[in-house]
Each structure stands twice: as structure tokens, then as C-alpha cells.
């Protein structure tokens, strides 16, 4: 078993002829032996199928060369997004028979490029839950310490991609899903624009505020995958029609010149962080000062204003796709996700029509400061991962986060490997940029990503 590759390096190698995709899947497979009894990163393990796509992908890259970056590259699918032919569980009892006649929007974009999909990766149920084990499938578990939580709700996705056990992975964001596990497992989780990415063929948790995110290694990786899922959809009632663009065009672009916005009470009055996530804030601060970066103080309505506004909403809308289950079948969900659905039958219509009414004050509270900065520092998580057998401390930790404001906003947000704490678990901070400046704020990224004093995790 050879050192995990990236996206990108996996890549060059199968396009040079270095590498051929029978080769990468049999090493993944080989890491997935290691590590799946220990992480539990797939609901569904599908090799055996891979590896006829692998082998039919040798061949036509031997005829033609490549499709695209990811032709013949393993990717993994979090088990609320649909794979022909396959379940789509939502890692819960209720839909263990809920077999998919077609491909997802995204599935099908990556299968057009020439992925491949070696299984179904965990979720927390109806990517609303927590960790729970009162569940057909146990909870993923994070790569660097097992005994630790690796977030959610896309869990599964960053096992998978923080171990190296897969190159890339899609997750899904509704008030962070991406970003937190990316924060706890150490890696690179970007919600893109509200709109950029169709969520056709994904269960959905909450309509107006999900969105299907890049899970990878690197940023370059996570530019990769974003150019081949974005898209206009108009099957996805919330697609934008947004022009095509290549999402890698500003990686080497650098910091020089960018005026950021530091949103320091987030993390300092809002919800004080843990000191070691606070410190790697502060560090990241002066690392991009120090690459050329403008960087100032932004104040933005309050963290606990967002929050609100973000479970008024998304608990609402959970709770109309989730009505009927809940009234006819609510012993089947897992405890956490039952007690988390539950509160959203007494939220009224007054109520979830006051919260749209406030979100849009403040999505123009943070257009304002956008009309002042080019993008905005903040947190991601608070905390670094506590264990995930302390159901108390998973329940504090779990909305101590900024994550939720820019679903609110459906601003583009991607977060990033800070360094590690004195226990060896990830650290992390966040990106924001303006509307449809995914490429830049990758671009940002990637930037900050190259001056970091840290280089990729010791996986394995």
C-alpha cells in the first residue's frame, strides 16, 4: 500500500501513464481493508463493480487518453446522494430498501468525466442526526483519533478523504455538513454558491438552504471537482444559471492586494473558542498579512442571530419533508435524529415567514461588508473534535460553530487545514467570498494553503 495520492497528483500520473486506474482503486481497496473496520466510512462498499470501471477506463485512457482530471479517479458518494442502481439509505432504517433508478445530477456529472464510485459513504441519518448508535450502520469515526467525532453530517466523506482511503468525496451543507468535517478531519470542504451546484437526486434536509460541496485534500483537488460538478440544472427549481467557468483559473493568483475582512467577534464575544482554535485564527491572520493581504476587523450581526434564523428554517423544512415518517414511523429514526426533527411540527407559519423576512437583512448585512473587503476570515469550528462517545459534549460542541451564517446567505465558504492542536487533532479556519467568486476565493485558498506552515496530514 502505497502513500494516498490527491485528485491532482493521481491525476497527472493515470494522464502520463504512470498510474492506471486498476492500480489506484486496488491501493484504495487495500487502505480500505486497513481502515474501514476502524473508521466506518462506507455504508455501501461497491470494489468489485469499480474495478470492471476501472478496468473498462484503462482501456479507453490506453485508446484516447483521459476525459477529464478524474477519469479513472475513485470518488466517493455520501449515502444521501443517489447512484444508479444502488440504495440511497440516508444512513437510517427507513429507507434501507430505497433502491435509485438514476444517477444524481452530480453523480452523473462525475460519471461523464470518468469517475469511478467504490461505494456509499456514512452519513449522520437524514444528514440532520448526530453520531448515533442505535442505527443499522454504525457512525464514521475520524481518522486522526477513532475515538474522536469526524463531524457531520458528511462524516463518512471526511473519514474517507482525511485518511486518505479516497482521493475526493461529495458531501452535503445545510448549516455546515461539508465544512465540519473538514474542520475535524483536516482537510479542504468548500460550500459553494447557493445555486452553483444541482441538488437534483440528493434527499433534501432543508430547500433553501442546501447546497452539494467538494470534499479533497488540497484546493487545487477541490477546484477539480467543482469544475466537474457545477453546473445550471433547470430540473433543480434553486439552480442558478450561472455561465460556466473554470474554477482552477486563479490558483496560482496569490494574496497580494486582497483586503479581507477579519471576523474576530464570531470566535471572541459570539461564541469564544476553544484557545488553540482562537490562536490558529490569529495565526492564519498574520500568514496572510505576511503573503501581501489586506487584513482588517468586519463586524457582521451576531453568530447567535444566524444560528436562529438557520434552525427556524431549516427545522421547518425538515419537518415538512420529514411529516409523514414522523407521524407513522417515528420509532425507526435514530434517538438524536427524532429529538432534532421533532421541534420543527410546532415552529408556525408566522414564525418561519418572520425568519425569511430577517435573512434577508441579513444576507444584505454581509453584501454591506462585502462592498468594503474582497472576502472574510472566520472560524469554522470553535472546538477541535471532542470524543465521540460523549454524547454531552458532542451536543455542546456541535453548534459552536460559523459555519451556518453563509447558508444563510448562500455565500460561497470553504474551509481549511490550521495547523493541530496539542492533542493531534485539526484545527481549522474559514474563507468567505462574494456571490459566484468560487474561483477566487479558491484562488484566496490556495494561496493561503501554499504560505501554511503545515503540509498535507501524515495519513494512513
Not at 470553504?414 to 496539542?422: H, I, M, N
Request: contains cysteine.
Amino acid at each position: 500500500m502505497s502513500a494516498p495520492f490527491t485528485l491532482a497528483m493521481a491525476a497527472e500520473a493515470i494522464a502520463a501513464k504512470r498510474l492506471s486506474p486498476v492500480e489506484l482503486l486496488a491501493d484504495c481497496r487495500a487502505r480500505s481493508e486497513v481502515l474501514q473496520p476502524k473508521l466506518h466510512a462506507f455504508v455501501l462498499e461497491l470494489w468489485d463493480s469499480a474495478a470492471a470501471d476501472a478496468r473498462a477506463a484503462e482501456a479507453e485512457i490506453a485508446r484516447s487518453g483521459p476525459r477529464s482530471p478524474l477519469h479513472g479517479v475513485p470518488v466517493g458518494i455520501k449515502d444521501i446522494i443517489d447512484l444508479k442502481g444502488q440504495v440511497t439509505t440516508c444512513h437510517s432504517r427507513i429507507l434501507l430498501d430505497n433502491r435509485r433508478a438514476a444517477d444524481a445530477a452530480v453523480t452523473a456529472k462525475l460519471r461523464a468525466a470518468g469517475a469511478i464510485f467504490p461505494g456509499k459513504l456514512a452519513t449522520h441519518e437524514f444528514a440532520i442526526g448526530g453520531p448515533a448508535f442505535d442505527l443499522p450502520f454504525p457512525p464514521a469515526r475520524n481518522p486522526w483519533n477513532p475515538g474522536h467525532h469526524p463531524g457531520g453530517s458528511s462524516s463518512g466523506s471526511g473519514a474517507a478523504v482525511g485518511s486518505g482511503l479516497l482521493p475526493a468525496a461529495l458531501g452535503t451543507d445545510t448549516g455546515g455538513s461539508v465544512r465540519h468535517p473538514a474542520s475535524h478531519c483536516g482537510i479542504v470542504g468548500l460550500k459553494p454558491t447557493y445555486g452553483l451546484v444541482s441538488r437534483r437526486g440528493v434527499f433534501p434536509l432543508a430547500f433553501t438552504l442546501d447546497h452539494v460541496g467538494p470534499m479533497t485534500r488540497t484546493v487545487a483537488d477541490n477546484a477539480i471537482l467543482l469544475n466537474a460538478i457545477a453546473g445550471h440544472d433547470p430540473e433543480d427549481p434553486g439552480s442558478a444559471a450561472h455561465p460556466p467557468e473554470d474554477f482552477a483559473r486563479h490558483l496560482g493568483r496569490g494574496l497580494k492586494g486582497l483586503r479581507i475582512g477579519f471576523v474576530r467577534h464570531f470566535h471572541e464575544t459570539d461564541q469564544p473558542a476553544h484557545p488553540e482554535m482562537a490562536g490558529a485564527l490569529e495565526q492564519a491572520a498574520r500568514l496572510l498579512a505576511a503573503e501581501g493581504a489586506l487584513v482588517r476587523d468586519v463586524t457582521l450581526p451576531s453568530l447567535n442571530e444566524f444560528a436562529g434564523v438557520n434552525r427556524t428554517i431549516l427545522t421547518s423544512e425538515a419537518a415538512a419533508i420529514h411529516e409523514p415518517w414522523l407521524r407513522e414511523r417515528p420509532g425507526d429514526y435514530a434517538h438524536v435524529t427524532r429529538r432534532r426533527l421533532l421541534p420543527g411540527l410546532f415552529i408556525t407559519g408566522p414564525d418561519y415567514v418572520q425568519a425569511q423576512r430577517r435573512r434577508r437583512q441579513l444576507v444584505a448585512a454581509v453584501e454591506a461588508a462585502f462592498a468594503e473587503v474582497d472576502l472574510l476570515l472566520t472560524a469554522s469550528s470553535m472546538d477541535p473534535a471532542c470524543r465521540i462517545d460523549d454524547a454531552a459534549e458532542v451536543e455542546r460542541t456541535y453548534p459552536r460553530q460559523a459555519r451556518t451564517p453563509f447558508n444563510v446567505t448562500g455565500h460561497p465558504a470553504v474551509t481549511l487545514p490550521a495547523g493541530l492542536s496539542a492533542d493531534g487533532l485539526p484545527l481549522s479556519i474559514q474563507l468567505v467570498g462574494r456571490y459566484f467568486g468560487d474561483a477566487a476565493l479558491l484562488g484566496a485558498a490556495a494561496g493561503y494553503e501554499r504560505a501554511a506552515p503545515w503540509t498535507l496530514p501524515a495519513l494512513g
